[in-house]
């Protein structure tokens, strides 16, 4: 039986201070991408923070969709 999707989304963006997770411009958040487990997920945010390492305020999350979706059936997996 293969293993259960957990959906992930990343996504990404200049903040306005490194204080805090509040996007500069919420219409230039760039969306990654949605993956099915949380090392893909893993992959696509170390790719794409590496390639924004220059710019101090970008930061890329990885929000663990799957919890939003069903919390009853979170398996307290990441």
Request: glycine share 4%.
């Amino acid at each position: 039986m293969p293993d259960r999707q957990l959906l992930h989304l990343v996504i990404g963006g200049e903040l306005q201070d490194l204080e805090h997770n509040t996007f500069r411009d919420l219409s230039q958040v760039d969306f990654v991408g949605a993956f099915p487990s949380y090392e893909a997920a893993l992959a696509a945010w170390r790719a794409r923070a590496q390639a924004t390492v220059d710019n101090a305020l970008m930061r890329y999350f990885i929000i663990h969709a799957h919890k939003l979706l069903d919390p009853a059936a979170d398996p307290d997996h990441h």
